[in-house]
């Protein structure tokens, strides 16, 4: 057995074998910790990079918060717009079916606009074709045109060279018909004047006083009376009095001049609508009553004038008179009553006889419208106005205008005299004119723009209807101071062609208002005599009187004609 161990021994193992603990300690912790080391420098990075991460999250903690917020928000307004996303989407399903509906239509239009176009080319050659013809048929026209005013003034030639060798023919047996009969008149006369002295003195012994018998004186003082008598009736009548109705005398070698004899003793003032009818198929401008009374004329618009019988207290219709290319401004009856003269917008003058609706003559010249047209008392001369301020002379006998005056301003109407034409214009002033002359002699002043002239059956009184609702009186012995001015309250002149006139014997004027009514002034006293109530429905245009003094007869624009009388 060992002997133990001293203490010094065993110290020296113990710390040998410490030592050997620590190294194998150190080894192990060496081979172990290399195996570790890149594990343990990741933790520790990690580490650190968590650290930063606290600490970067500590600072963006309230930006995250306003983030989160805002993402919220962004999150309702996409909610928003995905809802407003399916609505716009809905809508455009619905435009797209509307623009497939738009598209469709579109082609059945352009379809239908494919057969338009060829319509249109149809009708483009049929048109052409059409114009072709109808330039074919106006030369056919013209030249049919032509022919016939060849043929109608070759026609209207013999017949005034007819008309002008019957005149000539029966003038010269007028006349010796009448001598004849004046001849046969004073022997009848002379051969029983003759037989009476005879018998008276062979029956009668006895002598007056101085060699003469009582009856002898007595005979001779009869013949005395009887040629103051005629003597008396010659200065009174000193025309004879055709079979018309119109006073004749001579006055020159070809021409009759006419002066009517009166035939109305007193007018009646109208009060009662006796007819009233549509007369025509536009506005009526012109009616005159024929010198029997028994036949009335209208003029109208529509070109044409018609005639109408006065029967019993209604209008019948007669016939209508055509040829005017346009309106009817102003007509008159020639004093036997057998011929019509009518003014025309178409710048001419027509003459018709009654029984022929074509005119006879046509008188052109004037260079616009014709407003007024009147025989001159003679049945061969007639004076027309225009708006192209003139007035104008013609011989019937040749269709020709014999005088020219010129006027200053527009002629609205014009009366006649023998030797005087009076004429009235729209520079308010009327003009009197010697028709031997050719010039104007005297002027008197009006009191607005004239629109019509009438003259007193007796020549001695010029009536004139103004632009300033008045009428005018002027006795035409001292023109340039009239003898009333006729006015009344409501009273309106409707036109520039509104036309007065003077009753048959001169006692009243009656001119027709823009109020429907048409009133009658009394010449003598200055007043207003009546008031026609508003039967029309428009503007009265123009007013007729007849001979008789029996019918008045007023027109309007609105084609009415209405037959007026006192009962």
């Known amino acids: 057995m060992s002997a133990p161990a001293c203490p010094e021994s065993a110290s020296k193992d113990g710390e040998a074998w410490r030592r050997h603990i620590i190294r194998q300690l150190k080894l192990r912790d060496r081979f172990q910790k290399i195996r570790f080391q ?53 809508k455009i399903k619905i435009r797209e079916a509307q623009l497939e509906d738009q598209h469709a239509r579109l082609c059945e239009l352009h379809a239908c606009w494919v057969e338009v176009d060829s319509a249109r080319s149809q009708l483009r050659c049929r048109v052409e074709e059409v114009r072709t013809a109808n330039l074919l048929r106006k030369c056919d026209y013209d030249e049919l045109l032509r022919r016939h005013r060849d043929v109608e003034l070759r026609f209207r030639l013999a017949s005034e060279r007819s008309l002008s060798l019957e005149e000539n023919l029966m003038k010269p047996k007028q006349k010796a018909a ?53 003597r008396f009736l010659s200065l009174c009548f000193p025309d004879k009095t055709s079979a018309d109705g119109c006073s004749r005398r001579k006055c020159g070698q070809d021409e009759d001049l006419f002066t009517p004899v009166g035939v109305c003793v007193a007018a009646r003032v109208p009060a009662v609508v006796k007819h009233k009818l549509d007369a025509h198929d536009l506005g009526i401008n012109a009616v005159r009553f024929s010198s029997s009374s028994n036949l009335l ?82 049945l061969w001369q007639v004076v027309t106005g225009s708006a192209d301020r003139t007035v104008k002379l013609w011989d019937l006998h040749r269709a020709a205008c014999t005088q020219t005056m010129e006027v200053t301003s527009h002629c609205s109407d014009v009366v006649c005299s023998e030797y005087v034409i009076v004429s009235g214009h729209y520079d308010h002033k009327i003009r009197f004119w010697d028709s ?10 009006a009191q607005g723009r004239v629109t019509s002239l009438d003259i007193c059956p007796d020549h001695r009184q010029l009536l004139s209807c103004s632009r300033d609702d008045s009428l005018q009186v002027v006795d035409l012995r001292m023109v340039h101071t009239p003898i009333f001015v006729f006015s009344a309250e409501g ?41 026609l109530p508003e039967v029309h429905s428009s503007t009265v245009s123009a007013v007729a009187w007849s001979s008789s003094g029996e019918y008045v007869v007023s027109v309007d624009k609105s084609r009415c004609a209405v037959l007026w009388s006192d009962i």
């Not at 057998?338 to 009654?354: E, F, G, M, N």
């Not at 031997?436 to 002043?445: D, I, K, P, Q, Y």
């Not at 004027?509 to 010449?523: F, I, L, Q, R, T």
Request: charged content about 25%; aromatic content about 6%.
């Open 297 to 378: 004329a209208t003029g109208s618009t529509d070109r044409f004038i018609k005639l109408w019988d006065v029967r019993a207290g209604q209008l019948d219709y007669r016939g209508t008179l055509g040829g005017s290319n346009e309106g009817i401004t102003s007509i008159e009856f020639d004093p036997s009553g057998t011929r019509i003269l009518a003014a025309s917008y178409d710048k001419s003058a027509l003459l018709w006889r009654l029984e022929d609706p074509v005119p006879k003559l046509t008188l052109t010249g004037h260079t616009r419208k014709v407003t007024a047209a009147r025989f001159k008392c003679s």
């Open 178 to 230: 009448e001598r004849m009969n004046h001849l046969n008149e004073r022997r009848s006369r002379s051969m029983e004047a003759t037989s009476n002295v005879t018998t008276k003195l062979t029956t009668n012994t006895s002598v007056g006083p101085g060699g003469i018998s009582p009856e002898k004186a007595s005979l001779q003082k009869t013949n005395l009376a009887e040629k103051g008598l005629a």
């Open 38 to 90: 890149d594990v343990i420098r990741a933790y520790f990075r990690l580490q650190e990079r968590t650290n930063q991460r606290a600490t970067i999250l500590q600072s963006v903690r309230p930006t995250l918060t306003s983030c989160s917020e805002n993402v919220q928000d962004l999150k309702t307004t996409t909610g928003e717009l995905a809802y407003h996303a399916v609505e716009l989407q809905q």
């Open 491 to 531: 009273f309106k002149c409707g036109s520039d062609s509104t036309k007065a006139i003077f009753s048959p014997d001169g006692s009243y004027v009656a001119a027709g208002s823009a109020d429907w009514a048409v009133y009658v002034w009394n010449v003598g006293g200055g007043h207003l005599e009546a008031r």
């Open 436 to 445: 031997r002359l050719a010039r104007c002699t005297r002027e008197t002043l």
